[in-house]
Each structure stands twice: as structure tokens, then as C-alpha cells.
């Protein structure tokens, strides 16, 4: 039985942004104690890529023979690649389900999704630059997906696609309120 999960998320505006920078490049992470390489990219294990297209199936096990757990509608979405197997990559969404998708599906590509913490509705700030007192470019709600284009380690500069014809907003957000970047990680 396949199951179709949608992710919706929204942004509120307040102001456009700047026009968009040229993007920057993202190296793979160092190894670390907590990370090893993928047996088969001799990547770091875990990382972060994103979905390509707007119909991923994830699946209980390294094959098209293995059921169908879910099937992501989200081109963009950040994964978390936890696992390797020829063409197939296990991977695990911001909620924790975990299952087995083919490498084509997946992107390089550096996207992070808005988080909040429980029971708070507030909007998250995207700032004109890396401060809590700079002006607002956006309020995101949790859920809106960006491209992610630089981390300190602190924060991230991200892009947001907005409704509409207004076009893109580049600001920056605390690297704690993002899921698809880890903590402390820096992106250049």
C-alpha cells in the first residue's frame, strides 16, 4: 500500500530581499569520531542532500522489489543520507522515518527546512545579515524550505522561494532553528 505524504509550509513576508549571490559551494564534512565514510562515494556518513523530484519513493529496503513506505511530493526536501548500498541510499526525513531511496533521487544540493520548537506558532526571522538586531526580510513559518548558500556555524545565509511572483528573499537565520544543517557544521 503506498502512502502519499505531502509537506505543506508557507511563508509570511514582510519585506523583499536583495537579489540573489552567486551560489556557494559546499564541500563534503572532514570525518569525524561521529561520522565514517560511505562505502560506496567514500563520502561522509551521515550527510545531508536533498530530493531531486517531486515523487520519491522511500522504500523498506535497498531494492524496487521492497515495499513502498512513503512517497515524498517535495522537490527540495532535505534528507539525511544515514546509509549506503550500490545505488541505493538509506536516508532519514526531519521526523525520523527512515527507509532506502535511489541515488538518482537524490541532489547534492543543500536545502534546510524551518524549524520551531512545540507549541510555538511564532514566525522565524530571516535576517538582512547575521544579527539578531538586523531587519527583517522575512518571517518564516516551520516547514518553508530554503537553499541553503553558507553556514558559520551560527548562522545561515538562505534563500527562499516565494508565492507568487515577488521572486526570491536571501537573508539569514540561526543555524539551531534549521533541520538539514548540523550544529556548529560550516558551509562555504
Known sequence: MRIARTILAGAVLLLAGPGLLAPASAAPAAPTPETALGPVTKLPLPRYASLKTDRVNLREGPSKDHRTLWVFQRAG?????????????????????????????????????????????????????????????????????????????????LVVALPGKRGDVDGYIRQNRLWGVYPNERVE
Open 77 to 157: 526536501l532535505p534528507v539525511e543520507i544515514i546509509g549506503e548500498f550500490e545505488t541505493w541510499r538509506r536516508i532519514r526525513d526531519s521526523e525520523g522515518t527512515e527507509g532506502w531511496v535511489l541515488h538518482s533521487l537524490l541532489s547534492g544540493r543543500r536545502t534546510a527546512l524551518v524549524t520551531a520548537p512545540k507549541n510555538d506558532r511564532n514566525a522565524v526571522p530571516l535576517r538582512a545579515s547575521a544579527a539578531d538586531d538586523a531587519r527583517d526580510e522575512a518571517r518564516l513559518e516551520a516547514g518553508v524550505i530554503g537553499s541553503v548558500k553558507s553556514c558559520t556555524g551560527t548562522w545561515c545565509r
